[in-house]
């Protein structure tokens, strides 16, 4: 069992890393980060100079906070990018049917495509963190909120592969895997601003619960919560399986 997720697992993530896709994706991801994050350390210094009698300013919420939406704003939208080649173009290169003729079973195919894609988009995720730890080294900070935010970060970007991964999996079309992965991205994202907008305490408290951002604040604090690992790991779970159920129904075709 394991020896086949791992086999997938890497032959998929040598793939994608050195794919002109992901060598763009993370070129263009580097430049919108520095773009954005370099002016914002200047301000920070201005705010933090006048801030200095009255005690100065927290670095974490001022500036590492933002940058961090940021990064999550930008891999709502690369993830999707590197995850629609995982199965949609396999079909369309005809590629699909000799890999369900291999010797390994659907969870095993569902498992190792999304740990490459996963490894893919922490690749990602340690570019973004380069620029807050590079800071961070100068500064008199401590790096728990800084450590938990990535952890965090780390399992939304799981939750984006995997929902990428399921998209992938319904369609050999790689515009079509892109548009319903974002769409389930931003659906999950922005559960909670919908949930304001009932008036039954029941569906807001479900749709806040299952809201990304309601389980992704805590780790931006610098605490970690049991609840939101498991709620991050079961959704992760939800659209791996889903893309086995969909791999294995095509075994029977």
Request: hydrophobic share 55%; glycine share 6%; with cysteine.
């Amino acid at each position: 069992m394991i020896r086949g997720v791992l086999t997938v697992a890497w032959k998929d993530f040598r793939v994608l890393v050195t794919s002109p896709m992901f060598l763009m994706v993370a070129g263009l991801c580097a430049c919108i980060w520095s773009y954005n994050y370099l002016p914002q350390i200047f301000q920070f210094e201005r705010i933090s100079a006048r801030a200095f009698q009255q005690g100065g300013i927290n670095i974490h919420q001022t500036l590492f906070a933002s940058h961090i939406a940021r990064a999550n704003i930008i891999l709502i939208f690369a993830i999707p990018a590197l995850t629609m080649r995982l199965l949609a173009e396999e079909k369309k290169l005809r590629t699909y049917d000799l890999l369900l003729t291999v010797p390994i079973t659907a969870a095993q195919i569902a498992v190792g495509k999304f740990l490459a894609a996963f490894g893919t988009g922490l690749v990602l995720l340690g570019i973004s963190a380069l620029y807050p730890l590079g800071t961070a080294i100068f500064t008199d900070y401590s790096m728990g909120p800084l450590i938990s935010s990535y952890l965090g970060m780390a399992m939304v970007t799981g939750i984006y592969v995997a929902v990428g991964l399921f998209a992938s999996s319904v369609t050999e079309s790689v515009v079509l895997a892109v548009v319903m992965a974002l769409i389930l991205n931003l659906a999950l994202w922005f559960l909670g601003q919908a949930a304001e907008m009932s008036d039954q305490p029941l569906i807001t408290a479900i749709m806040e619960h299952i809201s990304v951002p309601q389980q992704f604040v805590a780790f931006l604090k610098g605490s970690l919560k049991l609840s939101s690992v498991v709620f991050f790991a079961s959704t992760m779970a939800f659209f791996v399986f889903l893309t086995e159920r969909v791999v294995e129904s095509s075994r029977w075709r």
